[in-house]
């Protein structure tokens, strides 16, 4: 009954090993959206798509890149890990046309860098 | 800038009420949502205020006044699983979600 999947949960990569984490749902929304979560910190935006605009935030490291191939599934590319970036990765979705526009995260990928 | 406020952590017994306050400061207001997140897991869902007033969903309940930029989440009968962290965010006018940091809620028996 999962709705939006992450994997995989753990990753563990090395300093500038290119790493790609997955997220894919079975809600059928319309936007997607890419977190980072420090120990105690809140959630990151790193960017998100409306079906296929991409919105990039303005302080996320070109480091990062998004794909998403089609509806149900996104894609976090960091070409570079370095130490920094150690953290949960959070992917949500949304329905895009509602006031309330929840967002529903899936479980996230932790990802250590060594 | 925009900022959302929230204790870093509270300490509650089970069986008790807590309330977990959050402020805010943000460029226009469309929402203000609570999530619930478990160490090491992702954020669920709570509740949604975007009208002033008490919000209540069985042992939780949600308070927002947007004049005073404020709201509080209310966990009832507390028990040992309600031991998590609590996000506030807030909708800006961009229809932006701004987060704050959470609040860490240890429950004692």
């Known amino acids: 009954d999962a709705m939006v999947i992450q994997n995989p949960r753990y990753q563990v990569t090395q300093f500038g090993k290119p790493v790609t984490l997955s997220c894919s749902q079975t809600l059928n929304h319309n936007v997607m959206y890419w977190y980072q979560q420090k120990s105690s910190q809140a959630p990151k935006l790193l960017f998100h798509?409306?079906?296929?605009?991409?919105?990039n935030e303005a302080d996320t490291p070109d480091n990062f890149q998004s794909r998403r191939p089609n509806t149900s599934f996104c894609f976090l590319d960091i070409r570079s890990p370095g130490l920094g970036d150690a953290a949960m990765y959070l992917c949500a979705t949304s329905r895009g046309d509602s006031d309330q526009e929840t967002q529903y995260f899936g479980p996230g990928t932790r990802l250590l860098v060594l | 800038g925009q900022n959302i406020d929230q204790p870093t952590e509270m300490t509650a017994t089970e069986g008790a009420i807590v309330q977990i306050n959050c402020t805010y400061q943000?460029?226009?207001?469309?929402?203000l949502f609570w999530y619930q997140q478990h160490a090491g897991e992702a954020p669920t869902f709570l509740s949604y205020?975007?009208l002033d007033g008490l919000e209540e969903k069985g042992r939780f309940s949600s308070f927002l006044s947007r004049s005073k930029g404020y709201s509080y989440l209310l966990l009832k009968e507390l028990q040992m699983k309600d031991s998590a962290s609590y996000l506030c965010?807030?909708?800006?006018?961009?229809?932006?979600?701004?987060w704050g940091a959470g609040t860490k809620l240890i429950i004692k028996p």
């Open positions: 965010a807030v909708r800006d006018s961009n229809y932006q979600l701004i």
């Open positions: 205020n975007v």
């Open positions: 798509y409306y079906d296929k605009d991409f919105n």
């Open positions: 943000t460029s226009g207001f469309n929402g």
